[in-house]
């Protein structure tokens, strides 16, 4: 299997030509390219995917260059896809690391780029990009002029809800039904538009509309990333989402630090799987092991995002209009947020915010 995809990774992905401004085809989709049977039945290259990977190796100026979060959406931007997609760098030789396909799901519908750059030391800079793809979405305008407005249509197994985030932060959240358009007019702010469609937890499409200017190109990737300590990485998270909630006119959030050993131990346990989930097998979530050993009526919003730093994952979590929307829940009094590092190369930052609200008043250990 792995000499299969080595080869098959030896070819060298093709994405087309760049996308015009202002041709037909300057559009957020999908654009499917061949199968890829060695990654399973149900996975494909997308060109989108494959630009946007490509986007990111060509700002790889030395063989230590890291992925940022700027720099994915950047990418995404150029390449035109509309997807939730996860992005991994890995350092090697011409033979294809193996750990670069780890993450890729396998048996269920999933869409994958590729690209690499190579080094004069002979080393290989290999990245890879994949998305869920559980949903179909109509095309949507990559740019529109100010004061327009895009339709969103997408078919799915049921009834979503879209966000749309202006780049001043206000946030509006509208229902979606499968197969119906979902008109977002009067877009008149500058600057990207933030459009995410959820179902449940699971973020199915997250993409750009940029008003009135160009898409990002996507900068040199930098090379050092500080190292800093989740503990004290924290704080300063407490600080930025209740000046956020300022900012929109709601009150703080009180810290609780009763909760804070569980969000902590739920990041830890996130950083060893390597995964951004809620409620996975090993890692089962917050609200259930609250409910099991403290007072179990209360309402969670939990977000859950990754980054270099906290910062970056707080940037990520920004740029998620569905997580966003989480900070700013209206009637929500309390907060609690662990972080944790990646035990491995790296040393990502793993961080959860448990956003609550208790009707019954604030919890007290069960005794």
Request: net charge negative.
């Amino acid at each position: 299997m792995v000499l299969l995809l080595g080869l098959l990774f030896a070819c060298g992905p093709k994405a087309g030509p760049p996308l015009a401004p202002g041709t037909a085809d300057d559009v957020l989709r999908w654009r499917p390219g061949p199968p890829l049977p060695t990654l399973g039945p149900e996975a494909r290259q997308d060109r989108g995917l494959t630009a946007a990977a490509e986007a990111l190796a060509a700002a790889a100026t030395s063989p230590d260059a890291r992925l940022t979060l700027t720099a994915v959406r950047g990418a995404l931007a150029a390449g035109r896809y509309p997807g939730a997609a996860r992005f991994v760098r890995v350092l090697g030789g011409k033979e294809l690391p193996p750990s670069l396909l780890d993450g890729v799901p396998r048996g269920e519908p999933v869409d994958v780029g590729w690209a690499w750059r190579d080094f004069a030391d002979g080393r290989r800079w290999w990245v890879l990009g994949w998305s869920p793809r559980r949903v179909e979405p109509d095309p949507v305008p990559a740019r529109v002029e100010p004061g327009g407005g895009v339709g969103v249509r997408v078919d799915g197994p049921k009834a979503s809800r879209l966000f749309v985030v202006a780049p001043s932060g206000s946030w509006r959240a509208l229902s979606l039904k499968s197969g119906e358009t979902r008109w977002v007019s009067d877009l008149q702010e500058p600057g990207e538009h933030r459009f995410e469609v959820v179902d449940g937890d699971r973020v199915e499409l997250l993409f750009g509309v940029f008003v009135g200017q160009e898409p990002p190109t996507v900068a040199p990737l930098p090379t050092v990333t500080p190292l800093e300590n989740p503990f004290t990485a924290v704080d300063s998270l407490y600080a930025a989402a209740n000046g956020l909630r300022s900012a929109n006119g709601l009150g703080p959030l009180t810290r609780f630090p009763t909760f804070e050993p569980l969000a902590r131990e739920q990041a830890a346990c996130l950083s060893v799987e390597g995964l951004v989930e809620h409620d996975s097998a090993a890692c089962p979530g917050v609200p259930g092991r609250a409910g099991q050993g403290w007072f179990p009526r209360g309402h969670y919003y939990e977000n859950l995002a990754v980054g270099d730093t906290a910062a970056e994952a707080w940037q990520a979590l920004l740029a998620s209009p569905g997580h966003l929307a989480n900070v700013l829940c209206r009637e929500c009094t309390h907060l609690s947020i662990g972080a944790a590092t990646q035990p491995t190369e790296g040393g990502r930052v793993f961080v959860v915010w448990e956003v609550m609200v208790f009707p019954q008043g604030e919890p007290l250990p069960i005794r």
